[in-house]
Each structure stands twice: as C-alpha cells, then as structure tokens.
C-alpha cells in the first residue's frame, strides 16, 4: 500500500482572505506530482502546509514523509563550496564515508562533479541552481517539495536543468511535489514525466 500524503477537507485563512476551504487533495509515494497555478493562488502555501511549516484552520494533514525544500531561490551558503553545502545539511545525520558516497554521486548526476571546490560566486546560475537540486535529494527525505525550482531560466537552459531534476529522481527514488504557474514548463514536464511512466510500465518497473 503507498505511503500517501493527504490533505483531507482543510481550510486556511489570511486573516479574511480565504485560500482553501474544505480543499482535498492525495499524493501518491514515489511518484512526480506537477501542481499548475497562476501567482497569487496558493501554490506556495500548499507546500508549506504539507511540510507542516504553515497550520491549518481546519482540517487534516496526514504526512508522515521526511521533507526536503527546493526553495525558488538557491540557498547557497556563499562561505562554503559545493561539497560543503550539500555536506552541510547531511553532518547531523549521516556519517562522513556515507556522506562522501551521497554528495559525489548526486553530483555527477547534475554534471557537477568536476566543481566540486567551488564556490557559488565561482558558478553560473544554472549551476547554482543544479546544485540547490543536489542538495535536496541528497538529505535522507522521502519527499521533496519544489517551489518554482526552474524559475528565471530562458528554456534551453531549463530543459537541460530538468533532465538533471530526472536524472536525480530516478537515481534516489523519492516522493515529488513540484509547484510552478508556467503553463509551458507545466506541459514540458507533464510530457516527459508521462513518456517516463510509459517507459517504466512497458518494463513493469
């Protein structure tokens, strides 16, 4: 039986501005879910309400997950490099020859294996980005959480970078909820993830 996430009949208020009310929704373990939205429509507290950041005025949350965030902004540490900053979120949870297997393989998946000693004044904004995407899937969660990962990238560039995004969910096998109000990107990623299931299900993986 999968591990799902639900969010069962929740309401939640700014004051008087409704953004859910009696809102139900269920996502299923190990599997990409795209949430598509205008700005403004709640798609960012969505997310904070499922990794329990944000309460709730009603309502139920049932998520037993691990949580990693991919932040619309990177979130480098600007005094550490790559190495460092995937390292930084795995010291108090897994130990250094672990650590070193993780970050090393995460890496290379993005084509980052070569800058490991950089710095991210030293890389480009794909790049920083790529890395932030490491990160995420680095730490021992079951469940990311991606808030607009590709925003602010011309498309060739956000092609390439969600090939790395799909390159590191197939390697780790994790729970993905995605959240963007870019219609394109909505159907570029909707299209691949669909040839991907396809794939998987004429291989019965």
């Known amino acids: 039986?999968?591990?799902l996430i639900k969010l069962i009949n929740i309401t939640k208020k700014y004051?008087?501005?409704t953004i859910f009310e009696n809102f139900s929704i269920e996502f299923i373990e190990n599997k990409i879910h795209i949430i598509f939205?205008?700005?403004g429509s709640g798609k960012t507290t969505l997310l904070n309400i499922i990794a329990k950041l944000e309460s709730i005025d009603s309502g139920e949350v049932i998520?037993?997950?691990t949580v990693s965030y991919v932040f619309q902004?990177?979130?480098l540490l600007?005094?550490?490099n790559v190495y460092e900053n995937i390292e930084f979120v795995l010291k108090s949870t897994i130990n250094k020859k672990n650590r070193d297997k993780i970050i090393k393989e995460?890496?290379?998946l993005v084509k980052l294996e070569n800058h490991l000693y950089k710095y991210p004044h030293e890389l480009s904004g794909g790049m920083q980005r790529r890395v932030a995407l490491a990160r995420a899937f680095s730490y021992p969660s079951s469940l990311i959480l991606m808030d607009e990962p590709f925003k602010g990238l011309d498309f060739k560039?956000?092609?390439e970078i969600i090939s790395d995004f799909l390159n590191l969910y197939n390697f780790n096998n994790k729970t993905v909820i995605l959240v963007t109000h870019d219609i394109e990107e909505a159907k570029l990623l909707n299209g691949i993830i669909y040839n991907i299931n396809k794939l998987k299900k004429s291989y019965n993986v």
């Open 1 to 3: 039986m999968n591990n």
């Open 37 to 39: 939205g205008p700005s």
């Open 73 to 75: 902004e990177d979130r």
């Open 15 to 17: 004051n008087t501005e």
């Open 78 to 80: 600007p005094w550490l």
């Open 157 to 159: 560039l956000k092609k």
């Open 63 to 65: 998520n037993n997950h």
């Open 106 to 108: 995460n890496l290379k």
